[in-house]
T-cell receptor, first 114, second 115 residues
Framework: DTAVSQTPKYLVTQMGNDKSIKCEQN?????MYWYKQDSKKFLKIMFS???????INETVPNRFSPKSPDKAHLNLHINSLELGDSAVYFC?????????????FGAGTRLSVL | AQKITQTQPGMFVQEKEAVTLDCTYD???????LFWYKQPSSGEMIFLIY??????QNATEGRYSLNFQKARKSANLVISASQLGDSAMYFC????????????FGAGTQVVVTP
């Protein structure tokens, strides 16, 4: 039973398209995150939601819009895709009330924009 | 400014040997958390070990241990008795207080375990 699951695992699309990535966690966590890993493997946070409320919104183009319908789900919608959006996108979740607040990651979605 | 520094872009280690991966961090907060994650070639991010800044003892999890030297602001990961399956990218990360859990990652160290 996968704890943090993302779909799709691979996404190949043309410039200008709109696409969504879905994330679900069954760990009972209250906080979920989106990270972007670039071609040099560098990981940077994009967004975080705590109990469906946006709490972190890093400097990310407005074309990226996260949505959290409930605590267990966090989706990422990307409008007007650009070549530079090609990356691996990771969803993660954690229990913010625990001291360690360890983040558990999904398997990643590899987005390729052609 | 980069808050997490991993100076070893890559290293080779022989099977059954121990390997130390370096990580230094920069923060002025007395309370913070340090993490290590493993990313094998399959791409997933796997949590390995956690060290809290107030923890008195170095963290250990099976073959993984964290050499925490607070005064030097270093949190090196030690993998004992390396196995072929340890070949992966290893990331050090830090979480500061009042950051809503945001993890800041280092650039990673690629480890290749050879027979």
């Amino acid at each position: 039973d996968t704890a943090v699951s993302q779909t799709p695992k691979y996404l190949v699309t043309q410039m200008g398209n709109d696409k969504s990535i879905k994330c679900e966690q069954n760990l009972g966590h209250d906080t979920m995150y989106w990270y972007k890993q670039d071609s040099k493997k560098f990981l940077k946070i994009m967004f975080s939601y705590n109990n469906k409320e946006l709490i972190i919104n890093e400097t990310v183009p407005n074309r990226f819009s996260p949505k959290s319908p409930d605590k267990a789900h966090l989706n990422l919608h990307i409008n007007s895709l650009e070549l530079g959006d090609s990356a691996v996108y990771f969803c993660a979740s954690s229990a913010s009330d625990l001291a360690k607040n360890i983040q558990y990651f999904g398997a990643g979605t590899r987005l390729s924009v052609l | 400014a980069q808050k997490i520094t991993q100076t070893q872009p890559g290293m080779f280690v022989q099977e059954k040997e121990a390997v130390t991966l370096d990580c230094t961090y920069d923060t002025s907060d007395p309370s913070y958390g340090l993490f290590w994650y493993k990313q094998p070639s399959s791409g997933e991010m796997i949590f390995l070990i956690y060290q809290g800044s107030y923890d008195q003892q170095n963290a250990t999890e099976g073959r993984y241990s964290l050499n925490f030297q607070k005064a030097r602001k270093s949190a090196n990961l030690v993998i004992s008795a390396s196995q072929l399956g340890d070949s992966a990218m290893y990331f050090c990360a830090m979480r500061e207080p009042d950051s809503w859990g945001k993890l800041q990652f280092g650039a990673g160290t690629q480890v290749v375990v050879t027979p």
